[in-house]
């Protein structure tokens, strides 16, 4: 049996999106099981209206994601995470699906999980590193073992963070080739570890 692995992200802009791709090639390329899902919006239309291009974005890739949900959860070995920052922080809308979990919390279905998270920011000190660990925060309380990048991969050298990967979105408006080559080795080591897990 293949590790089953549930990436859950955020992204207005699409760079959150791109990473994401590239940590479901990672991981496919091991041959685990991937699902991909979008968090929905949590605010109103006023805000959706509030900069060019969100709106449209919103509706693309809902069209092209199913919304996550608390069996995707429960049916996944490994769970990363993947958010833009919102003031050096996890976004709303993925913090509103994790606040979600508390069901599988209560029966401790999510304890033994690989956890792992990834992130974009605008500016290169823009909070992607204290925005990846606040979710190592919900990750711990859920009983997941975290897997960081670390500097296991010369890729981390050149972008991304120990952490996990980032991409800085006001340098470039998608992830640069070395952020996105990051984010398939955070895909590969999570599907690695959790294959491992498996036994
Ligand atoms: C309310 C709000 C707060 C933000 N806070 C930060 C921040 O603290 N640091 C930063 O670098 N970018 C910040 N940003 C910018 C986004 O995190 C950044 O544009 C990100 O790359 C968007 O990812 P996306 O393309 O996946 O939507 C903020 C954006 C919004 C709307």
Same mark, same amino acid.
């Given at each position: 049996m293949t590790a089953k692995i549930l990436i859950v992200f955020y992204s207005r802009n699409g760079s959150t999106e791109a990473l994401a791709k590239a940590v479901a090639e990672g991981a496919n390329a091991e041959g685990a099981e991937v699902r991909l899902r979008r968090a929905r919006e949590f605010v109103g239309p006023e805000v959706m209206a509030l900069a060019q291009g969100w709106k449209e974005n919103a509706e693309r890739m809902n069209a092209l994601y199913e919304?996550?949900?608390?069996?995707? #959860? $429960?049916? !996944?070995?490994?769970?990363?995470?993947g958010t833009p920052t919102r003031f050096g922080n996890t976004s709303a809308e993925l913090k509103a699906f994790i606040d979600g979990l508390g069901g599988l919390?209560?029966?401790g279905k999510l304890n033994g999980k690989v956890g792992s998270a990834f992130v974009s920011t605008q500016s290169q000190h823009g909070g992607n590193e204290t925005t990846i660990?606040?979710?190592?925060?919900?990750?711990?309380h859920l009983g997941m073992?975290?897997?960081?990048?670390?500097? #296991? $991969?010369? !890729?981390?050298?050149?972008?991304?963070?120990p952490y996990g990967a980032s991409a800085v979105s006001g340098a470039s408006a998608l992830p640069t080739d070395d952020e996105k080559e990051v984010a398939r080795f955070q895909g590969k080591r999570v599907a690695q570890v959790a294959q491992k897990l498996r036994g």
């Open positions: 919304a996550p949900t608390e069996a995707d #959860a $429960d049916w !996944a070995d490994a769970i990363i995470f919390w209560f029966q660990v606040s979710l190592y925060h919900p990750m711990a073992i975290i897997v960081p990048t670390g500097y #296991a $991969d010369p !890729a981390v050298f050149k972008a991304g963070t």
